[in-house]
């Protein structure tokens, strides 16, 4: 099983954004790289060649489920491992998200101390 190290986290908000930087990199170690749209998303992701992405799911312009379908486009992302980040956690709102082909749904608002270890039992599952 390779180990998890680079990390993509797509999200429009700059609190959340910085607090998850720390959260994964001075906490989780990993390699992180923050874009702040769905478009921006698509055109790093393939050159940044993340092993796991994190959707925040409301985003303006393309939220997270019409990203997630313009990643899964591109065959080197193809099988990328991608959860959710979001407020909206009903067991139907999860079971939608999960449908399209997350791993996962991590709640928001998340723990920075927890982030990295939700992220690596995610990755965790995904490959075993």
């Given at each position: 099983?390779?180990?998890?190290?680079?990390?993509?986290?797509?999200?429009?908000?700059?609190?959340?954004?910085?607090?998850?930087?720390?959260?994964?990199?001075?906490?989780?170690?990993?390699?992180?790289?923050?874009?702040?749209?769905?478009?921006?998303?698509?055109?790093?992701?393939?050159?940044?060649?993340?092993d796991?992405?994190?959707?925040?799911?409301?985003?303006?312009?393309?939220?997270?489920?019409?990203?997630?379908?313009?990643?899964?486009?591109?065959?080197?992302l193809?099988?990328?491992?991608?959860?959710?980040?979001?407020?909206?956690?009903?067991?139907?709102?999860?079971?939608?998200?999960?449908?399209?082909?997350?791993l996962?749904?991590?709640?928001?608002?998340?723990?920075?101390?927890?982030?990295?270890?939700?992220?690596?039992?995610?990755?965790?599952?995904?490959?075993?």
């Amino acid at each position: 099983m390779t180990e998890l190290n680079r990390v993509l986290y797509v999200e429009d908000e700059p609190d959340i954004q910085a607090v998850a930087k720390i959260a994964l990199e001075a906490v989780g170690g990993f390699t992180v790289k923050i874009c702040s749209s769905g478009e921006e998303a698509l055109a790093v992701a393939e050159d940044f060649a993340p092993d796991m992405i994190l959707l925040d799911v409301m985003m303006p312009g393309m939220d997270g489920p019409s990203t997630l379908a313009a990643l899964r486009q591109h065959p080197a992302l193809a099988r990328t491992p991608v959860a959710f980040m979001t407020a909206k956690v009903q067991p139907q709102e999860i079971a939608q998200l999960k449908s399209l082909g997350a791993l996962d749904v991590i709640p928001k608002p998340f723990e920075p101390m927890q982030l990295a270890n939700q992220v690596r039992a995610l990755w965790g599952k995904s490959s075993g």
